[in-house]
């Protein structure tokens, strides 16, 4: 399993981005896929997780800011980020971990998840 993450950038703060993270191999419809980010000095933090049956979960850091949704079709999960603060200037990457249809716990934790993708670097700066 492959995972490709994308759609970082500079934005200016208040402003928006959607990531990206696109699956190769495996059967992504059975994956619980989540984003993390590293901010610059600090320790990888959890984002957000989608089990496969939908169920979503967000850090409290991002809640009510970030969205997390998939397609299975397109075996791509996103990260709606609005209202981007300074703060959330990081490198985030996706994880994802293979599951059954009646998991859906949060998974929060770094070695949770067997499969990860590079990073893609947000950058929030006026």
């Known amino acids: 399993v492959q995972l490709q993450a994308s759609g970082g950038g500079l934005v200016h703060p208040g402003g928006s981005l959607r990531l990206a993270c696109v699956a190769s191999?495996?059967?992504?419809?059975?994956?619980?896929v989540a984003w993390f980010r590293q901010a610059p000095g600090k320790e990888r933090e959890f984002v957000a997780q989608i089990s496969r049956n939908t169920r979503s979960f967000s850090g409290d850091s991002v809640k009510g800011r970030f969205t997390i949704s998939r397609d299975n079709a397109k075996k791509t999960v996103y990260l709606q980020m609005r209202s981007l603060k300074a703060e959330d200037t990081a490198v985030y990457s996706c994880?994802?971990?293979?599951?059954?249809?009646?998991?859906?716990?949060?998974?929060?934790?770094?070695?949770?998840?067997?499969?990860w993708g590079q990073g893609t670097l947000v950058t929030v700066s006026s």
């Open positions: 994880a994802a971990k293979d599951t059954i249809l009646s998991d859906s716990r949060l998974f929060d934790t770094l070695n949770s998840y067997n499969y």
């Open positions: 191999g495996g059967t992504f419809s059975r994956f619980a």
